[in-house]
Every structure is written in C-alpha cells, then in structure tokens.
C-alpha cells in the first residue's frame, strides 16, 4: 500500500488542527499514513524563529491558529503549561524542558505500535482542548488509553536514545523532502505544508486514482 508520512509536532497549534484530516486521508484513501514526530524548532534550533526580527511572525501565528481553530469548530485554548518552557513576552526558551522530550518520544514509540495518529489525535487535545495540568495525575494515562496504547509500558520503552535518534531522522527526512515546518505531508517524496494544504492533497491522491 501506497504511504503519505505526516510530519508533525505535539507543539504545533497547526499540527492539533491537522489532526481530524490525518484521520480522514486514512479512512478515505487506500494509504497508510505515518506518524513522523519531529522536535519542534524551540528546541532544535530557537535562534531561527525565536528572535526580535520574527516577532511579528510569531504574533500572526498567534492569531491566525486561534481563528482558523475556531473556523474549524475546534478548541482555541493554548496549553497549559505550555509542552515548551518558554517566557512569550521575551520568546527565550529555557534551559530546561521538562515536556515535549518525553511528548516527541511517546509519539515515536506510539507510531511504533501502529497507533501514531490515535496518540497524536488524543494528546494534542487533551494539551489544547483546554485541560490544565495536563501533565498531573492521570490526564495523560487516560489518553493514550483512548488511543489503545498503555502510557506506563511506553514510558518505559522510551528510556533509551533510541526513541531520540528516530526524532532527529524524522527532521533530516523531512529536510531531505523539502519540508521545513509543520505538519508538513509527504507524498511520494512531494510535500504539502501546511493543515490548510491537507484538501490539495486529498485532490491528489483522488488525481492518482487512491480514494477508496
């Protein structure tokens, strides 16, 4: 069967509201779609999005996932705490991360188990469908539990760099691509950035006779 990987960030505003149409292009076209969770820039590389000059970049995302969130019917509430220890007046990220290493490994680790999209549908709504401290008690058991995956014995195939090295593979396949952001769609080596992109995509895999 032919493949369309997603690569995508439990950071991402745009990435949660990408989520139902994941969903759908496996239900509505005969492909597999792939998990490819990738570390978000914050903590890659924050020089290249988190300075003065992109200030006013970031101040549109802030506005823009809000009300497309809202055209879409979905939740518009960021999370609380944000999975990247960040001070947004500032955009200095800190030193310490305590979230989205553990967030981005869980994600690999659920693709692993054939339940990627489930474990990304589940966890970015829990984190922006307005759940606070979504981190405490049992939040975060209770959604993977949806997604038909046990967090404790996830948790603990996560020790290791393993888990690490196929997030940083993920971001070179998808620089290799010539993607840069996410979600970011691959098809056949072509990609499609963007959630707003998932219906150009869809046109194309109906074009290549894939629906269903």
């Known amino acids: 069967m032919e493949s369309v990987d997603v690569y995508w960030s439990f950071r991402s505003p745009y990435s949660y509201l990408a ?7 496996r239900e509505d076209f005969e492909v ?16 290249l ?11 549109y995302i802030q506005l823009d996932w809000t ?4 055209m879409l019917g979905m939740s518009d509430r960021w999370p609380r705490p944000d999975p990247i220890v960040q001070d947004m007046k500032t955009l200095k990220i800190a030193d310490e991360q305590p979230y989205i290493h553990r967030l981005s490994a869980l994600g690999v680790e659920a693709h692993r188990q054939g339940r990627g999209l489930e474990f ?6 829990l984190l922006f469908g ?12 209770d959604a993977a539990d949806r997604a038909g995956l ?29 993607g840069w952001g996410v979600p970011t769609f691959v098809f056949r080596g ?23």
């Open 19 to 25: 989520t139902p149409g994941m969903l759908a292009l």
């Open 32 to 47: 597999e779609v792939n998990l490819r969770p990738v570390l978000p820039v914050a903590v890659r590389a924050p020089e």
């Open 49 to 59: 999005l988190f300075n003065a000059q992109n200030a006013p970049r970031v101040r």
């Open 67 to 70: 009300r497309r969130a809202r």
């Open 120 to 125: 990304a549908y589940e966890v970015s709504h």
């Open 130 to 141: 307005g759940t606070r401290d979504w981190q405490l008690g049992t939040h975060l058991a």
């Open 150 to 178: 046990d967090l404790a014995a996830m948790d603990a195939r996560i020790e290791g760099a393993d888990h690490a090295d196929e997030l940083v593979a993920n971001q070179q396949a998808l620089t290799d691509a010539g």
């Open 190 to 212: 072509e990609p499609f950035f963007g959630q707003d992109r998932i219906d150009t995509l869809r046109w194309h895999l109906n074009n290549e006779g894939l629906a269903r």
